[in-house]
């Protein structure tokens, strides 16, 4: 158990909807980071958050956002979904200061229909 | 943008031989090199990590290399057990003293241990 935590684990949903996945950093973590993981595109990289700010983005689309949340959870939410959105949705979370190992959540797997 | 490539895809080992996976990355800034292992239904877990300033890293029966000159990383694991079997995961990033860069990932590497 990594102490990262995330819910729901499993998110069924029509095309067009929104959904909203939330992540519970390590005890004492600032940082979060979103990875997406398909068949397709294998484990990517979304977006990374740093004491409540956005600090670096990857491969997230315009549909995609995330905020951390002065308690630092975090929250990404996804709108106008579609089917190639179904996927593993992976938080992870690093102490940041002067850390570098990346500690993984049981993920969220969304599925949209 | 940087990278990751893995192979092999898939590696069928007999129970007690030794197990090697490659990676190659593109970015020369990238200084920071993580292996993952992920079972079925679970999160990646953090297995080993080198720094681009180590050449190699042991811990038990997990070993990794890195060879900053070519580019290239491998993780090594001897006397294989059946609890070895999973899908590995290298990745690359930069990490300066500020904390790490979002992980690039390899497409991952399926390990069978045959009994």
């Known amino acids: 158990d990594s102490g990262v935590t995330q819910t729901p684990k499993h998110l069924i949903t029509a095309t067009g909807q929104r959904v909203t996945l939330r992540c519970s950093p390590r005890?004492?973590?600032?940082?979060v980071y979103w990875y997406q993981q398909s068949l397709d595109q294998g484990l990517q990289f979304l977006i990374q958050y740093y004491n409540g700010e956005e600090r670096a983005k990857g491969n997230i689309l315009e549909r995609f956002s995330a905020q951390q949340f002065p308690d630092l959870h975090s929250e990404l939410n996804l709108s106008s979904l579609e089917l190639g959105d179904s996927a593993l949705y992976f938080c992870?979370?690093?102490?940041?200061?002067?850390?570098?190992?990346?500690?993984f959540g049981p993920g969220t797997r969304l599925t949209v229909t | 943008g940087e990278n990751v490539e893995q192979h092999p895809s898939t590696l069928s080992v007999q129970e007690g031989d030794s197990a090697v996976i490659k990676c190659t990355y593109s970015d020369s800034a990238s200084n920071y090199f993580p292996w993952y292992k992920q079972e079925l239904g679970k999160g990646p877990q953090l297995i080993i990590d080198?720094?681009?300033?180590?050449g190699e890293k042991k811990d038990q029966r997990i070993a990794v290399t890195l060879n900053k000159t070519a580019k290239h990383f491998s993780l090594h694991i001897t006397e294989t057990q059946p609890e070895d079997s999973a899908v590995y995961f290298c990745a690359a990033s930069f990490y300066s003293g500020g904390g790490a860069d979002g992980l690039t990932f390899g497409k991952g590497t399926h390990l069978i241990i045959q009994p």
């Open positions: 005890s004492g973590d600032l940082s």
């Open positions: 992870a979370s690093s102490p940041w200061t002067g850390e570098r190992e990346q500690y």
């Open positions: 080198i720094r681009s300033n180590v």
